[in-house]
């Protein structure tokens, strides 16, 4: 069983608000997410974006809640901007959260990715970083990742859907070619998404669980993601579509993940992230079957 002493549970606000998708959940008020966020059972957050920006005003409205920021999204743009430009917002950010207490910062390369724009996800304009792109990649995620260490925090990554580190071969030169000062944030949901199989998902943390700094606990509706594939959707139209959803709701089987982090002894956060419009999966009521399900399923 997972140590509660060891793991904390937090949820992201992507349910109640999308940062990427303004017009879902424009509705839903920060102080409403994050209470409703501690009235299902989670202690921590990531950052969306009502949230406030001076950290001692997020951080009263959050201790009110008993509630605390654990990671937070950071766009990296190695592969098409100077390299400086990305390093002094990281600083930046990183300052932020070290003030709000997090020990963890998720980073994902947004340099010609396509998560956010009206094209097939599943399709030829995918980003294939050159031999030079990921050169100046894997070198800049590397400054970072020492940059963090520095400070007591870990640089993680975020393999994603729509960029140049989605398949497990990309995660592989990734992992291969950073420092051991370079973490994966492991998501259950981006790796089913983009490969289709249980099977991608349980080697992913297989491989990795010892570079691991931070879980995402995303389901994937396997239906919705023959529809995305079908109708050569985009990723925000997928995720319009239902194609994610919370843990224990979709086709993914968690046992071996939950197996996976108890045996290794991972210490930190697992967090819920469940991209859906909340029109249609209301979210406080979602959270509360995620909950559920890890309760049922780990103990914690």
Same mark, same amino acid.
């Given at each position: 069983m997972?140590?509660?002493?060891?793991?904390?549970?937090?949820?992201?606000p992507?349910?109640?608000?999308?940062?990427?998708?303004?017009?879902?959940?424009?509705?839903?008020?920060?102080?409403?997410?994050i209470?409703?966020?501690?009235?299902?059972?989670?202690?921590?957050s990531?950052?969306?974006?009502?949230?406030?920006?001076?950290?001692?005003?997020?951080?009263k409205?959050?201790?009110?809640?008993?509630?605390?920021?654990?990671?937070?999204?950071?766009?990296?743009?190695?592969?098409?901007?100077?390299?400086?430009?990305?390093?002094?917002?990281?600083?930046?950010?990183?300052?932020?959260?070290?003030?709000m207490?997090?020990?963890?910062?998720g980073c994902?390369?947004?340099?010609?990715?396509?998560?956010?724009?009206?094209?097939?996800?599943f399709?030829?304009?995918?980003?294939?970083?050159?031999?030079?792109?990921?050169?100046?990649?894997?070198?800049g995620?590397?400054?970072?990742?020492?940059?963090a260490?520095?400070?007591?925090?870990?640089?993680?990554f975020?393999?994603?859907?729509?960029?140049?580190?989605?398949?497990?071969?990309?995660?592989?030169r990734?992992m291969?070619?950073?420092?051991?000062?370079?973490y994966l944030?492991?998501?259950?949901?981006?790796?089913?998404?983009?490969?289709?199989?249980?099977?991608?998902?349980?080697?992913?943390?297989?491989?990795?669980?010892?570079?691991?700094?931070?879980?995402?606990?995303k389901?994937?509706?396997?239906?919705?993601?023959?529809?995305?594939? #079908? /109708?050569?959707?985009?990723?925000?139209? !997928? *995720? @319009?579509n239902?194609? $994610?959803?919370?843990?224990?709701? =979709?086709n993914?089987?968690?046992?071996?993940?939950f197996k996976?982090?108890?045996?290794?002894?991972?210490?930190g956060?697992?967090?819920?992230?469940?991209?859906?419009?909340? #029109? /249609?999966?209301n979210?406080?009521?979602? !959270? *509360? @079957?995620?909950?559920? $399900?890890?309760?049922?399923?780990? =103990?914690?």
């Amino acid at each position: 069983m997972l140590d509660k002493n060891k793991i904390k549970l937090g949820i992201a606000p992507i349910a109640w608000t999308n940062d990427d998708l303004p017009e879902l959940g424009a509705e839903n008020t920060f102080e409403q997410c994050i209470s409703e966020m501690a009235l299902a059972g989670f202690t921590g957050s990531e950052i969306g974006n009502k949230y406030p920006k001076d950290p001692e005003v997020l951080k009263k409205a959050l201790d009110l809640r008993g509630m605390q920021i654990c990671n937070c999204w950071f766009s990296t743009f190695f592969t098409t901007r100077p390299e400086e430009e990305t390093i002094e917002a990281f600083k930046k950010q990183l300052d932020f959260l070290d003030q709000m207490g997090a020990k963890v910062i998720g980073c994902s390369e947004q340099g010609s990715s396509i998560q956010g724009k009206a094209v097939p996800i599943f399709g030829d304009q995918k980003p294939v970083f050159t031999d030079e792109e990921w050169n100046k990649f894997l070198t800049g995620m590397n400054k970072l990742g020492a940059i963090a260490k520095e400070k007591g925090m870990k640089c993680g990554f975020h393999h994603h859907m729509g960029t140049g580190v989605q398949t497990p071969a990309e995660i592989d030169r990734f992992m291969n070619g950073t420092s051991e000062d370079v973490y994966l944030l492991f998501d259950s949901g981006h790796i089913y998404f983009s490969e289709g199989t249980q099977e991608a998902v349980d080697i992913l943390i297989d491989k990795y669980i010892k570079r691991i700094a931070h879980v995402h606990l995303k389901d994937v509706r396997g239906e919705k993601r023959q529809e995305c594939l #079908a /109708k050569k959707m985009s990723f925000l139209d !997928a *995720v @319009k579509n239902g194609t $994610f959803t919370v843990p224990g709701d =979709g086709n993914i089987s968690f046992d071996h993940i939950f197996k996976v982090l108890a045996e290794n002894d991972y210490t930190g956060w697992m967090l819920v992230e469940a991209e859906q419009d909340p #029109a /249609k999966a209301n979210p406080l009521e979602y !959270a *509360v @079957k995620a909950r559920e $399900f890890i309760r049922e399923k780990t =103990g914690l």
